[in-house]
């Protein structure tokens, strides 16, 4: 073999390798589909929460002279204020999993994924005095999601389990502070 053509191969890999290097190592990272969210509050904007589901409800408000949390039924006790800030942050803004519907839904969708009988229908109230309603449907037929869906909107959202869960279970083991030295 000459050695023009043994050159000449060796151009040929070089250009092979980096074009191959380009288009397998240096790929630019796909980018990630924006999450939709069924609405989005700052949490430290929100000073009153109610959560009522078919058979209890549950209030608490922001003491602002004090800086603490306090259940509107003094007689529950004093709120857990880490537990409520995990609240809070739940209740500034869902993510959702998927968009079901973005046109308004019809009175037989609102009784088929929930709305009529939400299992919790949550009102927050923020620090500019305006106030939202948002309403947890019922939950997939997988069990994965729960139908939700804010009154500032006609849009129907799925949004994960878990959020539903916790939201459920702030009325159904409210966040009471338990006394110094009792365990979790």
Do not use: C
């Amino acid at each position: 073999m000459s050695f023009k053509a043994t050159g000449l191969l060796v151009v040929l890999l070089v250009v092979l390798a980096a074009y191959g290097y380009n288009t397998v190592f240096n790929k630019p990272a796909p980018t990630a589909p924006t999450r939709p969210f069924v609405y989005s509050f700052a949490m430290e904007n929100i000073i009153d929460i109610e959560v009522r589901r078919p058979e209890t409800a549950l209030r608490v408000v922001w003491d602002d002279g004090n800086s603490v949390w306090k259940f509107v039924d003094a007689t529950l006790g004093e709120v857990d204020s880490g537990r409520m800030n995990g609240i809070r942050l739940l209740l500034s803004g869902p993510g959702a999993n998927r968009v079901l519907f973005k046109s308004a839904p019809t009175p037989g969708q609102l009784t088929e994924y929930g709305f009529t009988r939400p299992s919790a229908d949550i009102r927050i109230k923020l620090k500019d005095g305006s106030e939202h309603r948002v309403l947890v449907g019922d939950r997939t037929p997988d069990g994965r999601n729960y139908y939700t869906k804010s009154d500032d909107s006609d849009t129907i959202f799925l949004v994960d389990f878990t959020w539903g869960n916790e939201i459920v279970r702030f009325v159904t083991e409210p966040p009471v502070k338990k006394p110094a030295g009792a365990g979790s």
